[in-house]
């Protein structure tokens, strides 16, 4: 109980959550565009036209999809919107940008230059830096007036989740490795990419770092696997995951910290995913909310649910009360939650030092008072 302040204070936040979402679905667009760079967690479909990505690494079949429109499997690893949707929808926009490999020639590349695109998917964070740069460089040679094209880029949105991968495959190995090492250099290559993006114009950035990614499914299977059983911490996960993550967070906010002293005009909000899921496993019910089911996968077989999502496997009757959707994302509920305390989390506990509705320049977000 030590994350938040009891009961009454729950109920004010998540009355103006609501009221927030609901403002949200007002025509205008708070920022011109929105880019979105990462893993599955944020991917609207990218994945769908990698040929060296096989079924494992795709989502373009049922059960995926089945709260979307149309019941429509999109390459979205969920059962709906995923969080990049869900925060785009906030700041004014239908759904995430669309997927770059989905836009096929020049001419709609260049022209969604000025709404977004989402780089998102399972390759590295490198190429999908350098296909952006190399789109903003032809973009504004190819515009008449430069300077409205920095403007608009100095003015849009940099979503990133990335990093969650890079522990898995680390936690993969064994606990012969050297933590620090792993996690220096993943913020140093972090660092040199949001550079990469703010030296071709970016200067918005919405950072997510890592979850309790420990209590994924998939790894609570491998945790309580009964032929290798691992450490499990307070929340039944597995816990040298988890304490990586955990690890990982401070070295995050110093990094942006640097950056922010060092880049003028630069901006971030960065995101203590940690405290949402340890705000979530302390109250997974709340007069907004209401999860049931914490360690199952809503679609998939075998131990929590753990063995993949497909068209035969089994699904659950109710998306809504289930915190995981698959063996490793979340469900579309429990991606709302996030995308609402990204957007206007009031209390400056899981969003740090602002939120994005501050960040895209919508002033202190609607306070607790004027929306009960
Ligand atoms: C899919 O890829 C994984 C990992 O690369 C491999 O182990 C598996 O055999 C592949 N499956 C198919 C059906 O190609
Ligand atoms: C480019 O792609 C868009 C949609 O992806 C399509 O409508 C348009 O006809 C294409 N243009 C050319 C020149 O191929
Ligand atoms: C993205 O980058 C990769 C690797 O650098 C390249 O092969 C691909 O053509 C790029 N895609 C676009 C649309 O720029
Ligand atoms: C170019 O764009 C800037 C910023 O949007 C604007 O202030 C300026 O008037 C534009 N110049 C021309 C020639 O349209
Ligand atoms: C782990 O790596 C860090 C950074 O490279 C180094 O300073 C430290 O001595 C290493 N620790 C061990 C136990 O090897
Ligand atoms: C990670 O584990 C180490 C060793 O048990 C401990 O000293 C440290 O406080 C833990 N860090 C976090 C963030 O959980
Ligand atoms: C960052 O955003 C805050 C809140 O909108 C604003 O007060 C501040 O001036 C911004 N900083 C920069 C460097 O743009
Ligand atoms: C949450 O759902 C469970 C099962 O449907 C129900 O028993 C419980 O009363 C609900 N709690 C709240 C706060 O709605
Ligand atoms: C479908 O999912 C089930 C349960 O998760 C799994 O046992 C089965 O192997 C999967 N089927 C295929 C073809 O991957
Ligand atoms: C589904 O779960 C939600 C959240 O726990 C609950 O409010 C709702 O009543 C459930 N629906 C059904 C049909 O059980």
């Known amino acids: 109980m030590a994350i938040h302040g009891g009961a009454s204070w729950l109920a004010a936040v998540s009355l103006s959550l609501l009221a927030l979402a609901l403002q949200g679905a007002a025509a205008e667009t708070l920022v011109p565009a929105m880019f979105v760079f990462g893993d599955s967690t944020v991917d609207v479909g990218n994945n769908n036209f990698l040929e060296r990505c096989n079924v494992s690494c795709k989502a373009n079949y049922p059960h995926f999809g089945v709260d979307y429109i149309d019941q429509a499997p999109t390459g979205r690893f969920s059962n709906g919107y995923n969080l990049a949707d869900q925060l785009a929808q906030l700041l004014g926009f239908a759904e995430s940008p669309p997927p770059l490999l989905s836009l096929s020639n020049a001419t709609s590349l260049i022209s969604r230059m000025s709404t977004g695109i989402s780089f998102a998917h399972v390759v590295s964070m490198a190429e999908q830096v350098r296909n952006f740069t190399n789109l903003a460089r032809l973009w504004a040679s190819g515009n008449d007036n430069r300077s409205s094209a920095a403007d608009l880029l100095s003015q849009s949105l940099f979503f990133i989740s990335t990093g969650s991968n890079d522990l898995f495959e680390y936690a ?132 929590f649910g753990a063995d993949g999502c497909n068209s035969s496997a089994p699904l659950c009757p109710n998306r809504s009360n289930h915190l995981f959707w698959d063996d490793y994302h979340t469900t579309e509920a429990a991606s709302r939650i996030a995308a609402s305390m990204i957007f206007s989390d009031p209390t400056g506990l899981f969003v740090h030092p602002i939120n994005v509705h501050q960040l895209v320049g919508g002033g202190a977000a609607a306070t607790v008072d004027n929306t009960i």
């Open 172 to 303: 993969d190995i064994g606990p012969q490795n050297n933590d620090t090492e792993l996690l220096q250099g993943l913020v140093a290559s972090y660092a040199a990419y949001l550079k990469d993006l703010y030296s071709a114009g970016a200067k918005r950035f919405s950072v997510v770092s890592t979850s309790l990614v420990g209590c994924c499914p998939s790894q609570l299977a491998i945790a309580h696997d009964p032929s290798n059983p691992k450490g499990i911490d307070k929340y039944g996960c597995f816990a040298a995951l988890n304490n990586l993550s955990g690890q990982l967070y401070p070295m995050f906010d110093a990094m942006l910290q640097g950056l922010s002293q060092e880049l003028p005009g630069m901006n971030y909000s960065l995101v203590n995913s940690i405290k949402m899921a340890e705000w979530v496993f302390e109250s997974p019910a709340t007069p907004t909310y209401n999860f049931t089911v914490l360690d199952i996968a809503c679609c998939g077989g075998g131990q």
